[in-house]
Structures are given as C-alpha cells and as structure tokens.
C-alpha cells in the first residue's frame, strides 16, 4: 500500500514507501553521476596527455569520490512534504585543471584554472581570448602563448620600474627644486583603457611637464608628454603677444 511505512534506522523515525523510493533514487544517482564524473575526467586528461600536456607540470586533478554520511533534506518545502534524513552516499567532487602563470607580489605563481569538455574539445578561458572549445593541441599552444606574456610582462614591468627610478633621480638632480613624482595616464584600445606611467616634474610656481618612458629598447630616453603652464596669460597679453611676433 502506499501508506506502507519504513523503519528510520538511524533515528528511529519512519518513512513512508514514497520517502524511502525517494531516498534510495538519490542514493542511486549520487552513485551514476560519480561514475559519469569519473569517465568525464579520465577522457580529459587523456585528451591533455595525448595533445601534449605533463601531467604535474602543466596540469593535475583533484578530482575524487568518497563516501560520505550525513543528513540531507528530502521534499519539497512549497507542499510541506520536506523531511531530513540521514543517508549514505557517494559523493564526487574536484576536476581537472591548468597551471597557468599569475603574477603576485612581483613574481610569477601557478594557479589553477579549471579544464571543461566538449566532444572533442576542451576550454580553458584563463588562458584564451574566447569562450570557446579548442582541439587539444591547439589549447596547448595557446597555453603555452599565454604563459610566456606573463613572464615577459613581468619582466617589462620590472624593466619599466628600473627606468621609473632612474629618471627621477634624473629629475631631482637637474631641479632639485621641483617635485619630481610617478604617475600614470591611458589611452583607449580596441578592448579596453590602457595605463602608462609618467614622470611629472611639478615647479614651485606649480608648472609642470610629463613625460612618457621611452621605447622598450632604451626605456629611459623619455618622450615628451604634457605641459600645464600655472600662469596662464590674458586674452590680452596673448593678443599683444601675437601682435608683436615678426612676419615670416
């Protein structure tokens, strides 16, 4: 019958059939998708191994399945048919992920960034300009293409700090006077705003002039960037002064 009740061995409580059906497909699906999950990630390290990939270097899991005990709820809240019960079950968690360069704190770290499957393909978006599959080989290059500008960003910006100091003290020396300070300006890309950094000397009269790092090759040849002159002449002066320019 359908009232039929069952017996709650762990609390003493009793189930209905319907409950305890409930709880045994939960039981048995917690079981297949540990399963699915297992297969899932065998493929896709398989996939990495073949295209390439060193388990430990460019990649790892921590994918795993345990067994686990503990009250879950049952039911539905929305027609007061939620119950708790304690239940034994196999539980999966954890994927398959690359080691992909970060920069922190001035030098380059791995984290991990994790690896879906599609067919064939795999994404990984930490490591790609788009949110799409790739064929295995192909996302071991792009990869490896991502890895490599990090490290020679790292190595521009502390390129870039190097140049930074020594035009100040550049500055200091000539005008000892003025304060000579880091800031930044940025310009528009295609994607996004773009920063640079710029040197600003600022006279006691409150002038100034910015100047831009030069080119990577020789980084501290500086580039003129940007005058603000504090005082500022009239419409009149700036007439008289126009007035009394020579002819070319």
């Known amino acids: 019958m359908s009232n039929t009740i069952q017996l709650d061995l762990f609390h003493g409580k ?8 409930e709880v045994n497909r939960f039981i048995k699906n917690q079981a297949e998708r540990a399963i699915k999950e297992e297969k899932r990630i065998s493929k896709t390290m398989l996939m990495l191994d073949e295209a390439g990939f060193v388990q430990g270097v460019d990649y790892d899991s921590n994918f795993e399945v345990y067994e686990v005990t503990k009250e879950r709820e049952f039911g539905y809240s929305y027609d007061n048919s939620n119950y708790m019960h304690e239940v034994t079950y196999m539980n999966s968690v954890g994927n398959v992920y690359l080691k992909v360069n970060r920069i922190k704190d001035g030098v380059v770290i791995k984290y991990n960034s994790s690896v879906s499957k599609e067919g064939d393909k795999l994404m990984c978006t930490s490591v790609t300009s788009q949110y799409r599959y790739y064929k295995p080989s192909s996302l071991l290059t792009k990869y490896k293409e991502y890895n490599q500008r990090v490290i020679k960003h790292l190595e521009h910006k502390n390129k870039q ?6 035009i100040v003290k550049k500055y200091q020396t000539l005008y000892p006077e003025a304060k000579v300070t880091i800031g930044s300006d940025y310009y528009r890309s ?8 710029l040197v600003i000397v600022t006279f006691k009269s409150g002038s100034s002039v910015s100047f831009q790092l030069g080119y990577s090759n020789n980084m501290e040849e500086v580039r003129f960037y940007k005058k603000y002159d504090a005082q500022t002449e009239t419409t009149k002066d700036l007439l008289e002064r126009f007035n ?3 002819a070319k």
Do not use: G, H, M, W
Request: proline share 4%; aromatic share 8%.
């Open 161 to 166: 700090s190097i140049a930074l100091d020594t």
């Open 14 to 21: 009793v189930l209905t059939v319907e409950q305890q059906e």
């Open 190 to 197: 295609r994607r996004n705003y773009d920063s640079f950094p």
């Open 244 to 246: 009394n320019q020579k």
